[in-house]
């Protein structure tokens, strides 16, 4: 299953209550003398996109031409949330602004990535009338642009009952099918969308029945497919995995992917981002299933909101299949910025390099680099900036062939090819905190000093191996 050959790039509409998720880092180690409660020292804060705006990020991430239809507060938060939507070219033509306060969610995170406390601000009551038929008429005008539409519902009082209503209908007037992150009671506001997903406490509030189990998560879903005429209703079951009945009353279960559960925050976002690009893209609902199952399984392995790409389930698919799956590290140079932005609390190193015929020196210099951060990125030359750079006897190894190994060392992380002769443009788009240079650079010399160094990074200098060079190899070779 080749996702990058054939996830094609749509035009996406997601609909729903968009929140800020704020991050205080810090630490605690004593209690207030004043009351029994452990003092929390704040360390540094970071901002991310919560809620619809999230989903909106895995798809754009993806390669994707995402618009978002909500409303957003004029205040600090709101334009907060903007420059973050504007900084993933998330399309914000479609945000209304109201003195309504925007949704905000701070979490307060203490050692060991442990959260300690989550504060949050909201006005969760239904919006106006007015501003329902603006958001109607913005729907109206931009409609015909788009493949397919997302809802995502937080009951924060965007998607009232007759805006959810009126959105499928002139959804279903185009024939672009609807897809639901469902949370309301009310189930019969998401009458004739294509596809339901709840989780399982979510199913017993739409079915008003229990679904502890396969039985009654069945029972459920066929209770909701009857009442909303739907195609499909996809319950997620935490460790359990997924349930999948369609209108024939089939049913699919699917098992969970096996990964550490790190913080489950952004998971269902994760599946219905995947899930559209799936259907989008003309998958098969169980393929679309298998897909999403495997990036939900990446999600929840991440802190807090975070962008699961496509070559990260591509390559845990294949590698739960056994497949020789070691080009899966590879990411596209426009998705570095993403990762940048999807990891402001984690520490990301960079080097560079043309590992044409990799060796042991290679493989000591790259676990040395992954030591000094969180994140290790390889920028790779490509064959093209080899040959200009070394004669047209080299490379020996192929790009690819070179990604196939890197990708195989647990110290990396990601690859991106490079086609320039330094990486500068690289280092530019990944914004690394650490930049890495083999033993026979002086710091002064180093291409990307000034970008690294200038938003408080440094450069960092790794003896080479004594004796254990590519050249040398080759040098033995033809000797």
């Known amino acids: 299953m080749e996702l990058w050959k054939n996830i094609k790039e749509k035009s996406i509409l997601v609909v729903g209550d968009i929140i800020l998720d704020q991050y205080m880092v810090g630490i605690t180690n004593r209690i207030s003398p004043e009351a029994p409660v452990p003092i929390f020292l704040k360390k540094k804060t970071t901002a991310r996109l919560g809620g619809a705006a999230n989903v909106a990020v895995n798809l754009v991430v993806n390669r994707q031409k995402v618009s978002i239809l909500s409303i957003i507060g004029n205040d600090l938060h709101g334009k907060t949330l903007l420059r973050l939507l504007e900084s993933f070219n998330i399309d914000t033509g479609l945000l209304l602004a109201t003195e309504r306060p925007t949704s905000t969610k701070t979490r307060l995170v203490a050692g060991n990535n442990q959260q300690v406390l989550r504060v949050d601000e909201e006005v969760s009551n239904e919006i106006s009338e007015e501003t329902e038929i603006q958001l109607i008429n913005i729907l109206k005008r931009s409609i015909d642009k788009f493949d397919i539409l997302l809802i995502s519902d937080y009951m924060k009082g965007v998607l009232t009952y007759s805006f959810t209503k009126k959105i499928i209908e002139i959804a279903n007037s185009r024939n672009i099918k609807v897809l639901i992150d469902a949370k309301d009671a009310k189930a019969i506001k998401y009458r004739n969308s294509y596809l339901i997903k709840p989780n399982q406490k979510e199913l017993e509030i739409l079915s008003g029945l229990p679904a502890k189990t396969v039985e009654q998560i069945a029972e459920a879903s066929k209770y909701v497919l009857n009442m909303c005429k739907c195609e499909y209703v996809l319950t997620t079951c935490g460790a359990d995995g997924m349930i999948l009945v369609d209108k024939s009353e089939k049913i699919e279960q699917l098992r969970t992917t096996v990964q550490e559960v790190y913080d489950v925050t952004g998971a269902g976002d994760t599946v219905i981002a995947y899930l559209a690009l799936c259907v989008a893209s003309g998958f098969s609902m169980k393929d679309a299933m298998i897909i999403s199952n495997f990036a939900a399984g990446i999600q929840v392995s991440k802190l807090g909101t975070s962008s699961v790409y496509l070559n990260e389930v591509d390559y845990a698919i294949k590698k739960k299949t056994k497949e020789q799956a070691y080009s899966g590290k590879l990411i596209e140079m426009e998705f570095l910025s993403a990762l940048r932005q999807q990891n402001i609390h984690k520490k990301i190193v960079f080097t560079n390099g043309c590992f044409d015929i990799v060796h042991a020196g290679h493989v000591r210099y790259l676990n040395e680099a992954s030591k000094l951060g969180d994140i290790l990125v390889v920028g790779l030359n490509s064959d093209a900036s080899i040959k ?92």
């Open 388 to 479: 200009r750079l070394k004669g047209m006897h080299r490379p020996v190894n192929t790009q690819m062939d070179r990604v196939e190994v890197l990708s195989g060392l647990d110290a990396v992380d990601y690859i991106v090819i490079f086609e320039e002769d330094t990486p500068y443009k690289t280092i530019l788009q990944c914004q690394p905190d650490i930049l890495v240079k083999g033993g026979d650079y002086t710091t002064d010399k180093v291409v990307g000093k000034d970008l690294v160094e200038s938003r408080g990074g440094r450069i960092v200098l790794i003896p080479f191996v004594e004796g254990k060079s590519t050249t040398d190899l080759i040098a033995r070779v033809q000797s």
